[in-house]
Structure formats: structure tokens, C-alpha cells
């Protein structure tokens, strides 16, 4: 059996075995209920952002990296997460696949972190020194993004000394620590308090310096800025704000002494999918061409009517599928 594991099979917390009870069952269902809520709009905004008239611009291929890596971790915090409570998965019952979901969870988390930095640098460059921007984001260039955030991903799995982490089903609830040298209890993981101290530390330090410089161009230039630009940095700050925020809370609900919480997990959990289902909603309500181009495919079209002339007889002719409509209703 593996370690953190009481010898009736359950999963330990603080010492203590946490069995399986109708609250796991009850968490659950409620983050699967949570993945529909939140992928579902994700899943919408990655479809638009994807539409070419959106990818000549080198921010929108940064928010599809960033949208990828919410689905994602969606995917995780919500759905596989949910799975596991509903089933009563641990590494104590199930084994390593759950030890190797955690590092997944971690890996993912990581990469995000640094594609919403690297998003946040673009903002931010758009207004101090644009050259600078087009020399690193312009064209095809956004794409190599990709690569420094799984490098960094590599970087802070590999320098991890014993990562340990386990789920617990029935209080809905990751921890990511490692472990210690005798295997008998979970210490902290200073990877991951850095990574969430540093993420929130930069974000709010280059949106912060962003508004500020944004507030004075739009004083000295008034319109003549382009509006695209200065609504996407918007948005793009209020999902750094949030991020950070749950980066933040994150750590605080994790390492401090309060994990005998009832509800702990559930509050970790949804604070976690917040900040990736919530940007969503945020471009979606914001932003107009997003919107357009996500709710295009469940909008009717409307009936055309072509009239044409034969032989100095008018005729006028529907779309077939309207005629269809018309002969199914009689």
C-alpha cells in the first residue's frame, strides 16, 4: 500500500483517515455539474478565438494557448475531480494513476501560469513599445510561446524533491506537497508556492504598470488608439486579477492550518475553476466579436426569396430547406 493511507484503505489528512461517505458522492456531482457550467462556455470562446479573422492578431493566438491550458485544467479540477469523489478513487484504492494525475494537474497549472504572463508582457508591450511587441509576438512568432512555458513546466516538475500528490474523495480535495524523507507525512512543496507567489506577484505588477500607461495614453492620444486593443487589455486584466486571486487563495487554503474545514476541497476546487471558467464569460459578455462568432452556429438563418423572371413570368423561389419546413408543417 502506499504511503499517507490508513490500514483500512483510506486516505489519511493530518493523520487522520478520511473514509468515503454521501459527501463525496454529493462533491462529486457537484464539480461535474461545475465542468458542464464551465467548459461548455470555454469550449465556445476557444471555437471563436479560433476563427481566422481573429488569428491575424498575435494576442488572440496567446489567448488560444491560454484558453487550451483553461480546458484543460477544467478538465481536471472539475471533471476528472469529480470522477474520483463519485467513485471513491484514491492512490490508496486506485494506486499510481492518481499520483500521476496530480503531476499532470501541476504540469498544466504551470504552463498556464507562464502563457497568461506571457499574455500579460504582449498588453502591456502593445502600449509601452509596440516595435518590441511585433518583434516578439508578430505572426507566426506567437506560437514559439508555446515552448518556454512547457520548458518551465519540465523545469519545476523535475526540481520537485518528492512530489506526493493524492486526492481525497470525500472531501473533494487535492494536495499537492511532497513527501517527506521517511514517508510518513506530506511536507510543503516550495515549487508550488513559488510558482502562485511569483504568477499573482507578476501579473498584478505588469497590469498594474499597463493601466497606468493606458490611462495616460488615452489622455494625451484620446481616439486615437485602437479600441480592440484597449478592450482585450481590459479583459485581460480582469482575468489576471481573478487569476490571481485564486492563485493566491490557492496556497492560503492549502498551507494554512485550516484544512479541518468542512468544505475545504469544494471552495479549493471551485476558486481553482473560477479563474478558468470565469474568463469565458468574461470575453463572451466583453467582447463582441468573440461573442458573435461563438453563438453564429445556433442562430437561425434567415428565409431568403429569389425572384426570377421566365418568359416575362415571375417566379419567386424559397430555399429548399425552407420548402421542406413549409410541406412538413402542412
Given at each position: 500500500?502506499?504511503?499517507?493511507?490508513?490500514?483500512?484503505?483510506?486516505?489519511?489528512?493530518?493523520?487522520?483517515?478520511?473514509?468515503?461517505?454521501?459527501?463525496?458522492?454529493?462533491?462529486?456531482?457537484?464539480?461535474?455539474?461545475?465542468?458542464?457550467?464551465?467548459?461548455?462556455?470555454?469550449?465556445?470562446?476557444?471555437?471563436?478565438?479560433?476563427?481566422?479573422?481573429?488569428l491575424q492578431y498575435s494576442c488572440y493566438k496567446l489567448?488560444?494557448?491560454?484558453?487550451?491550458?483553461?480546458?484543460?485544467?477544467?478538465?481536471?479540477?472539475?471533471?476528472?475531480?469529480?470522477?474520483?469523489?463519485?467513485?471513491?478513487?484514491?492512490?490508496?484504492?486506485?494506486?499510481?494513476?492518481?499520483?500521476?494525475?496530480?503531476?499532470?494537474?501541476?504540469?498544466?497549472?504551470?504552463?498556464?501560469?507562464?502563457?497568461?504572463?506571457?499574455?500579460?508582457?504582449?498588453?502591456?508591450?502593445?502600449?509601452?513599445?509596440?516595435?518590441?511587441?511585433?518583434?516578439?509576438f508578430q505572426g507566426r512568432r506567437a506560437w514559439i510561446?508555446?515552448?518556454?512555458?512547457?520548458?518551465?513546466?519540465?523545469?519545476?516538475?523535475?526540481?520537485?524533491?518528492?512530489?506526493?500528490?493524492?486526492?481525497?474523495?470525500?472531501?473533494?480535495?487535492?494536495?499537492?506537497?511532497?513527501?517527506?524523507?521517511?514517508?510518513?507525512?506530506?511536507?510543503?512543496?516550495?515549487?508550488?508556492?513559488?510558482?502562485?507567489?511569483?504568477?499573482?506577484?507578476?501579473?498584478?505588477?505588469?497590469?498594474?504598470?499597463?493601466?497606468?500607461?493606458?490611462?495616460?495614453?488615452?489622455?494625451?492620444?484620446?481616439?486615437?488608439?485602437?479600441?480592440?486593443?484597449?478592450?482585450?487589455?481590459?479583459?485581460?486584466?480582469?482575468?489576471?486579477?481573478?487569476?490571481?486571486?485564486?492563485?493566491?487563495?490557492?496556497?492560503?487554503?492549502?498551507?494554512?492550518?485550516?484544512?479541518?474545514?468542512?468544505?475545504?476541497?469544494?471552495?479549493?476546487?471551485?476558486?481553482?475553476?473560477?479563474?478558468?471558467?470565469?474568463?469565458a464569460y468574461i470575453y463572451l459578455f466583453m467582447n463582441?466579436?468573440?461573442?458573435?462568432?461563438?453563438?453564429?452556429?445556433?442562430?437561425?438563418?434567415?428565409?431568403?426569396?429569389?425572384?426570377?423572371?421566365?418568359?416575362?413570368?415571375?417566379?419567386?423561389?424559397?430555399?429548399?430547406?425552407?420548402?421542406?419546413?413549409?410541406?412538413?408543417?402542412?
Open positions: 500500500m502506499l504511503p499517507i493511507c490508513s490500514p483500512t484503505g483510506d486516505p489519511l489528512s493530518n493523520d487522520v483517515p478520511v473514509p468515503y461517505t454521501i459527501r463525496g458522492l454529493l462533491i462529486g456531482i457537484s464539480y461535474l455539474i461545475g465542468y458542464v457550467v464551465t467548459a461548455g462556455p470555454q469550449l465556445l470562446v476557444l471555437f471563436a478565438i479560433l476563427h481566422k479573422h481573429h489567448m488560444i494557448m491560454v484558453s487550451f491550458y483553461d480546458i484543460l485544467n477544467l478538465t481536471e479540477a472539475m471533471f476528472i475531480s469529480g470522477i474520483f469523489s463519485v467513485f471513491n478513487w484514491s492512490h490508496c484504492n486506485l494506486g499510481y494513476p492518481v499520483l500521476a494525475v496530480g503531476k499532470s494537474i501541476l504540469f498544466i497549472w504551470f504552463a498556464y501560469c507562464i502563457t497568461s504572463i506571457t499574455l500579460a508582457i504582449n498588453r502591456l508591450l502593445e502600449f509601452v513599445h509596440r516595435p518590441t511587441s511585433e518583434f516578439l510561446w508555446f515552448f518556454p512555458a512547457w520548458v518551465y513546466s519540465i523545469t519545476m516538475e523535475c526540481t520537485t524533491t518528492r512530489p506526493f500528490y493524492i486526492y481525497i474523495p470525500d472531501k473533494g480535495e487535492w494536495s499537492f506537497y511532497e513527501l517527506s524523507d521517511d514517508e510518513q507525512k506530506l511536507v510543503e512543496n516550495p515549487n508550488h508556492i513559488t510558482n502562485n507567489t511569483m504568477k499573482s506577484v507578476v501579473i498584478a505588477s505588469i497590469y498594474g504598470l499597463m493601466l497606468i500607461i493606458l490611462k495616460i495614453k488615452l489622455r494625451r492620444s484620446g481616439a486615437t488608439m485602437s479600441q480592440m486593443e484597449i478592450m482585450l487589455s481590459i479583459q485581460a486584466f480582469i482575468i489576471g486579477m481573478l487569476s490571481m486571486l485564486s492563485s493566491l487563495g490557492f496556497v492560503v487554503l492549502s498551507y494554512l492550518p485550516i484544512s479541518n474545514f468542512l468544505l475545504i476541497g469544494p471552495v479549493e476546487q471551485f476558486m481553482w475553476a473560477s479563474v478558468h471558467g470565469g474568463s463582441k466579436s468573440v461573442r458573435n462568432t461563438a453563438l453564429a452556429p445556433f442562430r437561425t438563418k434567415k428565409k431568403t426569396t429569389v425572384v426570377k423572371s421566365i418568359a416575362g413570368i415571375t417566379i419567386s423561389t424559397v430555399p429548399l430547406s425552407s420548402a421542406t419546413a413549409s410541406a412538413s408543417a402542412k
